[in-house]
Nanobody, 128 residues
Framework: QVQLVESGGGLVQAGGSLRLSCAAA????????MGWFRQAPGKEREFVAA????????DDADSVKGRFTISRDNAKNTVYLQMNSLKPEDTAVYHC?????????????????????WGQGTQVTVSS
């Protein structure tokens, strides 16, 4: 089992920055790829970014490319999402997710069904 807890959300003006954190409880953190997703009211959960277990490779959605950066610190069992140049359309609940061990640490999944564990989410609101 993996427990995930996000933090760092809040209200920010357009053009501002936030850094989200996701702390994982469990001994197999580095063996799992991690992802960030977001869900706005009335919309489906949307892929934001993913990172391999070692942190050596990342992937991100076109909508956030060049503005958001995913990273991880395996010594702290934490994955981060640095969000710069925020836009009102970035407003959503942001969730971190961890893959199961069978998927492998070198994967970069983009679909929610590829992840086995989810955090409760943190609200990000960007005002215009």
């Amino acid at each position: 089992q993996v427990q995930l807890v996000e933090s760092g959300g809040g209200l920010v003006q357009a053009g501002g920055s936030l850094r989200l954190s996701c702390a994982a409880a469990g001994r197999t953190f580095s063996a799992r790829a991690m992802g960030w997703f977001r869900q706005a009211p009335g919309k489906e959960r949307e892929f934001v970014a993913a990172i391999t277990g070692s942190g050596g490779r990342t992937d991100d959605a076109d909508s956030v490319k060049g503005r958001f950066t995913i990273s991880r610190d395996n010594a702290k069992n934490t994955v981060y999402l640095q969000m710069n140049s925020l836009k009102p359309e970035d407003t959503a609940v942001y969730h971190c997710a961890a893959t199961g061990l069978l998927l492998g640490a070198s994967s970069l999944p983009r679909h929610p069904y590829e992840y086995s564990y989810w955090g409760q989410g943190t609200q990000v609101t960007v005002s215009s």
